[in-house]
């Protein structure tokens, strides 16, 4: 698993993964998208765990934004159902490929401006094979992932402290982890009311 961080504020979202990416058949290491953009509704869309599985939820979504009566609201209470409707072939997939049940999950965020609110709103999602319907909750000041190395730290948007957070999480799930699970680069997308940018933040 890698990093999903999220800081939040009404006027003001951060959503800070890293790049290291791994093919489950080969082991072969490289770098991945795990943070896209719908940019005509200022949202992002982020994700730990399975690539795959993030890019074909990204797609649904995307395909979604283009209706005429698209909210970030209504994505957002479809986005749980739709995990749901994706997981059973996911899992299958996941189990032919010899990954192990444990390995088998995945954590989304979805975030940005709300007109409907006038604010920055963020909602995680997880699901894991031992689970039933995904958990669905709405974030209040953000999310940490892992957050056990990073307790009774501040939270900061300042860009050094938020590479130094990533830092120690990949250190702290590589020790874990007996092998380098999360690491390359560590990417920060920060959303604002009209605008939305990517930042390189630096080597993880």
Avoid: C
Avoid at 41 to 64: K, T
């Amino acid at each position: 698993m890698s990093i999903l961080n999220v800081l939040l504020s009404p006027d003001q979202l951060l959503v800070a993964v890293d790049t290291l990416a791994e093919d489950s058949r080969t082991g072969a290491k490289s770098a991945g998208a795990k943070l896209l953009l719908i940019p005509q509704h200022n949202l992002v869309l982020a994700s730990r765990g399975s690539a795959q599985f993030f890019l074909r939820v990204y797609e649904l979504a995307l395909q979604a934004s283009f209706r005429a009566d698209f909210t970030m609201e209504q994505l957002g209470r479809e986005l749980g159902l739709v995990i749901d409707q994706l997981w059973p072939a996911y899992e299958r997939a996941a189990l032919e490929a010899r990954i192990a049940p444990s390995a088998i999950g995945t954590e989304l965020v979805l975030g940005g401006w709300s007109p409907q609110a006038n604010r920055m709103v963020a909602t995680a999602y997880a699901k894991s094979v031992s689970e039933g319907p995904a958990r669905v909750q709405p974030l209040l000041g953000g999310l940490a992932s892992p957050g056990e190395p990073l307790r009774g730290r501040p939270d900061s948007f300042v860009p050094q402290d938020v590479l130094a957070a990533g830092r120690i999480q990949a250190a702290w799930l590589n020790k874990a982890s007996g092998r380098q699970v999360a690491g390359g680069r560590l990417l920060a997308t920060v959303l604002r009311k009209g605008e939305s940018f990517i930042q390189d933040l630096g080597e993880i």
